[in-house]
């Protein structure tokens, strides 16, 4: 079975979420070798991004609260106010370090186990004509572009397709598509994974 993953699963098992059990189990199906596993060279890119935003965020809220925790500590009956700021502080900058290394190790994981389509024009141009066709985000039709290419190159025998982003990808006429090739489409990882398991009858 070919297993089609995109940025989304990264960041769940980069972040721990709550179906990275499930993506960590696919993943080690494909290091077994009982699944081929497949992910778009675009979406071991987009997570960098995803994750240098939320820490863009974080800062700005570590910085709009240390000025107001200052101008606090100021008033006496606010004066130990900083010290509880500076724990919280402490955890933002954590959960930033841990998030990056999280990344890090996803994306290993994935380099070792996973086929990546590379990103070529012809996808970039099939992902143009997709992102009118479907009203898609440029990056969502990239990746579509990516998978579609994918499976009409090697025609699977059977295959599937995870993905979190249900907004974009779980729509009739994007799974049309997808069925054209035979490929099923999950909405959520521990569904894909259930699927994937009963295939290879687990």
């Known amino acids: 079975m070919t297993v089609y993953v995109e940025s989304n699963f990264v960041l769940e098992q980069a972040l721990q ?7 960590d189990a696919i993943v080690n199906l494909a290091a077994s070798g009982d699944i081929s596993l497949v992910i778009p060279a675009f979406s ?7 994750l240098a935003q939320k820490e863009k965020v974080r800062n700005r809220l570590n910085n709009e609260l240390q000025q107001q925790v200052s101008e606090l500590g100021r008033s006496k009956p606010y004066r130990g106010v900083p010290d ?14 841990q998030e990056r290394d999280g990344l890090q190790r996803a994306i290993g994981g994935l380099l070792r186990t996973a086929e990546v389509i590379p990103l070529d024009g012809g996808i970039v141009t099939a992902g143009g ?19 579609l290419q994918h499976l009409e190159r090697t025609t699977p025998t059977e295959s599937c397709f995870l993905n979190r982003n249900s907004r974009d990808f779980d729509d009739p006429d994007v799974r049309e598509r997808l069925d054209r090739f035979g ?7 521990d569904h894909g994974c259930q699927f994937i398991l009963a295939s290879l009858g687990r």
């Open 84 to 97: 509880n700021f500076s724990a919280l502080a402490s955890i933002l900058i954590r959960s930033a370090n």
């Open 183 to 189: 490929c099923r489409f999950f909405a959520r990882f």
């Open 17 to 23: 979420q709550e179906q990275s059990d499930s993506c």
């Open 44 to 50: 071991l890119a987009e997570p960098h991004q995803a």
């Open 129 to 147: 004509e997709l992102q009118t066709a479907f009203a898609m985000s440029g990056q969502d039709a990239i990746v579509l572009a990516s998978v």
